[in-house]
């Protein structure tokens, strides 16, 4: 474990003036003010590795995704124990912060501050009232505190106290601090909640007070609350001493992102394909075929369709606490939205395994701008990751040591597809043996790559062919004949086959398309053919014949990788589901009751959880281009990819792929 000793210290005087040193970060004075006792609380960050049960597989992970670099306490004030009432009292920002090395090895950091509040009217009830504290690390770029700390700006939104009078202040309760939430706002934006200087944003976890995992603990699941905050009422004490000597409020933290790694699984990153037909043409110019098994290489890889929003602080449902897949044989720790194991020993406190971003339910689906599409051209710079991390857009970094990071990303089980869903897009070249890298795919057949000089032996002819006999290239043709050379019959000057020649080039959908016809005249001249304005994408229908040619350069082909968070552990899916086959309408079968316990949450990726990806097996050729996503499920009845995917506290959530 990680922890982080914070002990806020305050004077316990009333007292009728005070000098700016009194009060930490404030000059002006105040009529009255009174310290209300010392507060000590420790702040552990979930991250000790742990056996992998379900979901509780922990890693530490990289060490600047611990770093501390700020600090703040955020109090709520309420008259009864529900926090989500509770309105903000004031906030403080936490300094000299030094560290300290455990016995195991783990780090532990303290710090020491004044907290001093001020007196409403000389009504000293504070002590009355239940108070609650929320922890946000590393939010400098985003957190401003007044001098007083009695208001708050957390981007663009101002916060007043309580203890301001109403009619000049919106008293903020925690229910409404939890939706406040950040925004990329821009392609080129990087994310807001990781720099390379001030460190990854972290902020309290929310924890459920019954244990899950286990099948067993069902019935206690039923009546669990979910707890944002570290109440701390009866953690004041009047004297430094005694806070030191009493148990310190306990304050779990969690990073606000979610981490992806990729890694070369097999040996030199060499992965065979099922038998292809590698077509070329022999010293003589005939066609030929030789079926092998090509290698593939992983040569980079990148995330796509990523959250452009995200809540400071994750969002929980209690709704979820006893969902459970009704498959067979059932998950032995079946319970998957809350952990079986606390936080700490005798916290009472379990992690929770699942989270609501901003647009989870907007009008059904994710909006367009809501999501960053590599498609689209539109991907954040990476530049600005404190780990090593590539700047370009498929940089060649595997392992642990290259992570990649988003905003959470997660939709209920209508809307788990492709559209929606947080994916990896791997690179890989495909090795056709020959000199030229570059090879060619025609009329979807994925089974026959062609080389340059193999697809004009087995289609220039018939391309050829197809141009002169076009009623429209005859009549351009004819009409630039009588220019050039008048009183000349057309039969003085023939349109041949052998004499058309065509240009073609790879259009935006990643088809290689003729672009242009022309013919060239005995004398040696040509005569460039113009169809007015027909498109690249109309020269097959006007030329007679549907010829569909992708163009795959330098061999290259790309895989989209769609990140599971529960996955196949714990929201199995097949194709013979439980006796009710899935159909291409009706991937995930059952009413809303049923897919939400079989699959909510099977596809997703959640902050503070680390999801490793490792490519098992390919079974078919990629895409020439990014493939943009479809509106289909994410599950297809025919797949071709195979991957594992390891899901690290970071939680690790292993996953593999085949491809």
Same mark, same amino acid.
């Given at each position: 474990m990680q922890k982080?000793?914070i002990?806020f210290?305050?004077l316990?005087?009333?007292?009728?003036?005070c000098t700016?040193?009194?009060i930490?970060?404030r000059?002006?004075n105040v009529?009255?003010?009174r310290?209300?006792?010392y507060?000590?609380?420790?702040?552990?960050m979930?991250?000790?590795?742990?056996?992998?049960?379900?979901?509780?597989?922990?890693e530490?992970?990289?060490?600047?995704?611990?770093?501390?670099?700020s600090?703040?306490?955020?109090?709520?004030?309420?008259?009864t124990?529900?926090e989500?009432k509770a309105?903000?009292?004031?906030?403080?920002?936490?300094s000299?912060?030094?560290?300290?090395v455990?016995?195991?090895?783990?780090q532990?950091t303290?710090?020491?501050?004044r907290?001093v509040?001020r007196?409403?009217?000389g009504?000293?009830?504070?002590?009355?009232?239940?108070?609650?504290?929320?922890?946000?690390?590393?939010?400098?770029?985003? +957190?401003k505190?007044s001098g007083?700390e009695? @208001?708050?700006?957390?981007?663009?939104q101002?916060?007043?106290?309580v203890?301001?009078?109403s009619?000049?202040?919106y008293?903020?309760?925690?229910?409404?601090?939890l939706?406040?939430e950040k925004?990329?706002?821009n392609?080129?934006a990087l994310n807001?909640?990781?720099?390379?200087t001030?460190?990854?944003f972290?902020?309290?976890?929310p924890?459920l007070?019954k244990?899950?995992g286990?099948?067993?603990?069902k019935?206690g699941?039923?009546g669990?609350h979910?707890?944002y905050?570290?109440p701390v009422s009866?953690?004041?004490?009047?004297?430094e001493s005694e806070?030191?000597?009493n148990?310190?409020?306990a304050c779990?933290?969690?990073?606000a992102?979610?981490?992806?790694?990729?890694?070369?699984?097999l040996?030199?990153d060499?992965?065979d394909?099922?038998?292809?037909?590698?077509?070329? +043409?022999?010293?003589?110019?005939?066609?030929?075929?030789?079926t092998?098994k090509?290698?593939?290489?992983l040569v980079?890889w990148m995330?796509?369709?990523t959250?452009?929003?995200?809540?400071?602080v994750r969002?929980?449902?209690?709704?979820w606490? $006893?969902?459970?897949t009704?498959?067979?044989p059932?998950?032995?720790?079946?319970?998957?939205?809350?952990?079986e194991?606390?936080v700490?020993?005798q916290?009472?406190?379990?992690?929770?395994?699942w989270?609501?971003d901003p647009?989870y339910s907007?009008?059904?689906?994710?909006?367009?701008d809501d999501l960053?599409?590599l498609v689209n051209?539109?991907f954040?710079s990476?530049k600005?990751h404190p780990?090593p991390s590539a700047?370009?857009p498929?940089?060649m970094?595997?392992?642990d %040591?290259f992570?990649q990071?988003?905003f959470?990303?997660?939709?209920?089980?209508?809307?788990?597809?492709q559209?929606q @869903?947080?994916?990896?897009?791997?690179k890989?070249q495909?090795?056709?043996?020959q000199?030229?890298?570059?090879?060619? +795919?025609?009329?979807?057949?994925?089974y026959?790559?062609?080389?340059?000089?193999a697809?004009k032996a087995?289609y220039?002819?018939q391309i050829?062919e197809?141009?002169?006999n076009?009623?429209?290239?005859?009549?351009?043709y004819?009409a630039?004949i009588?220019k050039?050379y008048?009183?000349?019959?057309?039969?003085?000057h023939p349109?041949?086959?052998?004499?058309c020649y065509y240009?073609?080039e790879?259009?935006?959908?990643?088809l290689y398309?003729i672009t242009s016809?022309?013919?060239n005249?005995a004398?040696g001249?040509?005569? +460039?053919?113009?169809l007015?304005?027909?498109?690249?994408?109309?020269?097959?229908?006007?030329l007679g014949?549907?010829?569909?040619?992708?163009?795959?350069?330098?061999?290259i082909?790309?895989?989209p990788?769609?990140?599971?968070h529960?996955?196949?552990?714990?929201?199995?899916?097949?194709k013979?589901?439980?006796?009710?086959?899935p159909?291409p309408?009706n991937?995930?079968?059952?009413?809303d009751d049923?897919?939400?316990? %079989?699959y909510?949450?099977?596809?997703?990726v959640v902050?503070?959880?680390?999801y490793d990806?490792?490519i098992?097996?390919?079974?078919?050729?990629?895409d020439?281009?990014?493939?943009?996503p479809?509106?289909?499920?994410d599950?297809e009845?025919?797949?071709?990819?195979?991957?594992?995917?390891?899901?690290?506290?970071? $939680?690790?959530?292993?996953?593999?792929?085949d491809?």
């Amino acid at each position: 474990m990680q922890k982080l000793i914070i002990l806020f210290v305050s004077l316990i005087c009333l007292m009728a003036s005070c000098t700016a040193d009194d009060i930490i970060g404030r000059t002006d004075n105040v009529d009255t003010l009174r310290a209300d006792g010392y507060l000590r609380m420790c702040i552990t960050m979930p991250s000790a590795r742990d056996s992998r049960v379900a979901n509780d597989d922990f890693e530490n992970g990289l060490p600047a995704e611990y770093a501390i670099h700020s600090a703040y306490l955020f109090l709520f004030e309420g008259e009864t124990d529900d926090e989500l009432k509770a309105k903000f009292h004031s906030a403080y920002k936490i300094s000299a912060v030094s560290t300290e090395v455990n016995t195991d090895g783990s780090q532990i950091t303290t710090t020491t501050t004044r907290v001093v509040r001020r007196l409403d009217n000389g009504k000293d009830d504070f002590r009355k009232k239940k108070h609650f504290a929320l922890i946000f690390f590393n939010a400098e770029d985003f +957190v401003k505190i007044s001098g007083d700390e009695l @208001t708050v700006r957390v981007g663009d939104q101002e916060i007043k106290s309580v203890q301001e009078p109403s009619a000049i202040a919106y008293h903020m309760t925690l229910e409404q601090f939890l939706q406040l939430e950040k925004k990329m706002t821009n392609p080129d934006a990087l994310n807001p909640f990781i720099s390379r200087t001030k460190g990854f944003f972290m902020c309290s976890a929310p924890l459920l007070d019954k244990p899950g995992g286990s099948n067993s603990n069902k019935d206690g699941l039923t009546g669990g609350h979910v707890h944002y905050t570290c109440p701390v009422s009866d953690k004041i004490y009047d004297t430094e001493s005694e806070a030191q000597a009493n148990p310190a409020a306990a304050c779990y933290v969690e990073r606000a992102v979610a981490k992806v790694t990729m890694q070369k699984a097999l040996t030199n990153d060499q992965l065979d394909i099922p038998n292809l037909d590698i077509v070329t +043409v022999d010293a003589k110019g005939h066609l030929q075929s030789t079926t092998t098994k090509p290698k593939c290489k992983l040569v980079g890889w990148m995330l796509d369709n990523t959250n452009r929003r995200s809540f400071l602080v994750r969002n929980y449902d209690t709704q979820w606490n $006893t969902l459970q897949t009704n498959s067979s044989p059932t998950p032995a720790n079946g319970l998957r939205f809350v952990c079986e194991k606390p936080v700490a020993s005798q916290s009472g406190r379990y992690r929770t395994y699942w989270a609501k971003d901003p647009n989870y339910s907007t009008d059904g689906k994710k909006h367009a701008d809501d999501l960053y599409q590599l498609v689209n051209l539109d991907f954040p710079s990476a530049k600005d990751h404190p780990v090593p991390s590539a700047s370009e857009p498929f940089p060649m970094g595997f392992g642990d %040591n290259f992570p990649q990071y988003c905003f959470e990303n997660t939709f209920d089980v209508a809307n788990q597809t492709q559209d929606q @869903t947080t994916r990896i897009i791997a690179k890989i070249q495909i090795d056709n043996g020959q000199t030229d890298k570059d090879f060619y +795919v025609v009329n979807n057949d994925f089974y026959q790559l062609y080389t340059e000089k193999a697809l004009k032996a087995k289609y220039d002819e018939q391309i050829k062919e197809a141009i002169a006999n076009n009623q429209n290239v005859k009549k351009a043709y004819e009409a630039e004949i009588a220019k050039k050379y008048p009183g000349d019959p057309p039969s003085a000057h023939p349109l041949l086959a052998v004499n058309c020649y065509y240009k073609q080039e790879v259009a935006a959908d990643g088809l290689y398309r003729i672009t242009s016809v022309w013919v060239n005249l005995a004398e040696g001249e040509d005569i +460039v053919v113009k169809l007015g304005e027909l498109t690249s994408t109309t020269w097959e229908k006007k030329l007679g014949f549907n010829l569909n040619i992708q163009k795959y350069t330098d061999g290259i082909a790309y895989y989209p990788i769609r990140i599971k968070h529960f996955g196949d552990d714990l929201t199995p899916w097949d194709k013979d589901e439980y006796g009710v086959r899935p159909t291409p309408s009706n991937i995930y079968p059952g009413d809303d009751d049923t897919r939400a316990k %079989n699959y909510l949450g099977r596809y997703g990726v959640v902050r503070n959880n680390w999801y490793d990806v490792s490519i098992q097996s390919i079974s078919s050729l990629g895409d020439p281009i990014i493939p943009k996503p479809t509106t289909k499920a994410d599950d297809e009845l025919d797949n071709f990819i195979q991957v594992n995917i390891h899901i690290l506290s970071w $939680t690790l959530r292993p996953q593999g792929a085949d491809l």
